[in-house]
């Protein structure tokens, strides 16, 4: 969670600019109310202490599992969540919890500092939805209502994003800013809490013509890295730091003001509708941000590892539409979209989805939080996923994801009221218990076929899905093919003169697209020759 510096221009070769790292604010926030402490230190102090003191026997103040759940007074269901998802932000791959395996966690020790910095963000609230300036240009995207509204309006995930007006996820800008913010707003207790210890904080860069922050301050810059570190007051790091971040929060509103303005930068962040991530990599070749996929409508969107420049994705306020995104990928967030079918090909780290309704989600992801979502279905691997594509077993090579790591059926439901998040908080409701996560009905399990686009170009070496499927969902498949192939066969050996047999296929295909549009696989509308030979009669 180490803040990293960009050089300046040279008409302000004096400034130095700090960005926040954005994965622990996307990504790290878990919404238990116990793990959130408001009033910082007074709590916090304490509990580090505690935690500091369960650590005697670790050389580097690493604590496990146990100690986790009983010093915090959790669960170690949630104990377990909480490191896992440490795990998932931290920016060093050499950390031991990074550098585990998934199944490794109840085994693997955790650094007390980067423990107490992850608790203390947990006080962080996201920021609102922001008003989109064009709002009738959207308005026949807009997703329908659902046929549950009457009965439970008060939690529907895209309501909160309607409220009276057309809201969208903020800009990036708008992000960062309120990420430094908090930052600003806090620093000084989070600096009190680690101020002991600041010196085993990890230093990767994020990106090109970035710096670590050690390296960019005056204070570390001729440490001899054989040396134990020299101490440096708590207080002038907190001067050096804000000062810093005061002049990048003015970056950014001048950098929005001139967007505004109508005079777009190389350092712009935002992105327009429609082919997003190619306008924003155009943009900004070394953007921090993540690559935005926005407002598809009725429509199919596929983008390939070679479209890809950064290893992060956001799909935000899609409708009725099938999006590929065939890549390796660290992060991923879907939010706000309906009616759509979203592939993600391997992600290394975590998943997002919020605020979705009838959506159907296919990913081979290590991790996926769900919050706000509702009519939604997710087909995940390791089991029981239901897709591949030629280079998916090359890009979960590149992620690090195994497919026999199995977890998939035991999801953790943590309450219906997301206290990071001010669109989860309507009048009237409370906290009650989260309806949990069912699974599919193995007689709904169907195959997802992902059309061919890269033929005529190197393939990869994936041949069929590589994860094993349950033996019920199995059994369901092998059945479901039999069933086929016997109707098949029945239907040839159907002695019907020429006049019936048009009559019997105009028939089976209206009942297909009938099934079509009533399930929403609008993606088998990408008919193969395979397809077509699967539901012809002939």
Not at 390 to 405: C, D, F, K, P
Request: aromatic share 8%; proline share 6%; hydrophobic share 35%.
């Amino acid at each position: 969670m180490t803040d990293c510096t960009e050089p300046s221009t040279p008409s302000t070769s004096s400034t130095l600019y700090i960005h926040s790292r954005r994965e622990p604010f996307e990504h790290g926030l878990i919404p238990i109310p116990k793990l959130i402490f408001t009033d910082g230190v007074q709590t916090l102090g304490p509990l580090k202490d505690k935690l500091i003191q369960r650590s005697t026997q670790s050389p580097n103040r690493r604590v496990d599992l146990l100690a986790v759940s009983e010093i915090l007074q959790i669960s170690p269901d949630h104990a377990r969540l909480v490191i896992d998802t440490l795990s998932t932000v931290l920016d060093t791959n050499s950390d031991p919890l990074v550098a585990g395996e998934l199944s490794e966690v109840d085994s693997v020790d955790v650094d007390v500092c980067d423990l107490v910095l992850f608790l203390y963000i947990q006080s962080y609230k996201r920021l609102l939805p922001r008003t989109h300036k064009d709002s009738a240009s959207v308005a026949d995207v807009w997703p329908s209502t659902s046929a549950f509204d009457g009965y439970l309006s008060a939690l529907s995930p895209l309501q909160f994003v309607r409220s009276n007006s057309r809201r969208f996820m903020p800009s990036q800008a708008d992000e960062e800013a309120h990420q430094l913010s908090y930052l600003q707003k806090h620093l000084a207790n989070i600096l009190s809490l680690l101020a002991d210890s600041v010196e085993g904080e990890g230093e990767e860069s994020l990106g090109p013509e970035r710096i670590p922050l050690s390296l960019a301050t005056p204070f570390f810059a001729n440490t001899d890295p054989d040396m134990p570190a020299a101490p440096v007051p708590a207080t002038q790091v907190l001067d050096w730091l804000l000062q810093n971040i005061t002049s990048t929060l003015e970056n950014i509103s001048e950098r929005v003001s001139a967007k505004e303005n109508g005079l777009p930068s190389a350092s712009d962040q935002d992105v327009p509708m429609g082919d997003s991530c190619g306008s924003f990599m155009k943009a900004s070749a070394t953007a921090r941000g993540p690559c935005f996929i926005e407002g598809i409508s009725k429509s199919s969107y596929l983008k390939q590892a070679s479209d890809l420049h950064e290893s992060s994705v956001k799909v935000v306020n899609c409708h009725d539409s099938v999006i590929y995104i065939l890549a390796p990928l660290r992060y991923a967030t879907i939010y706000g979209c309906s009616d759509a079918t979203i592939v993600l090909g391997a992600v290394g780290k975590a998943v997002r989805v919020e605020h979705c309704e009838r959506v159907h989600v296919i990913t081979a992801a290590k991790r996926i939080c769900i919050a706000n979502c509702r009519e939604c279905a997710f087909f995940l691997g390791v089991a029981p996923y239901n897709t591949f594509y030629s280079h998916l077993e090359e890009h979960m090579n590149q992620v690090g994801i195994q497919a026999t790591i199995n977890r998939w059926d035991d999801p953790v439901p943590l309450g219906v009221v997301d206290p990071h998040d001010s669109l989860s908080h309507p009048a009237g409701v409370s906290d009650v218990k989260a309806e949990s996560a069912t699974c599919l009905d193995p007689d709904q399990f169907t195959n997802f076929l992902i059309p061919n686009w890269f033929e005529g170009e190197s393939s990869g070496s994936t041949k069929d899905n590589p994860f094993p499927l349950p033996d019920a969902y199995m059994s369901s498949q092998r059945r479901n093919n039999h069933n086929l192939g016997a109707i098949k066969q029945n239907l040839r050996e159907t002695q019907l003169e020429d006049s019936r047999k048009h009559e019997l296929a105009s028939a089976l295909h209206v009942y297909f697209k009938d099934w079509l549009y009533g399930f929403r696989n609008l993606s088998i509308l990408l008919f193969t020759r395979k397809t077509q030979e699967a539901i012809g009669i002939l």
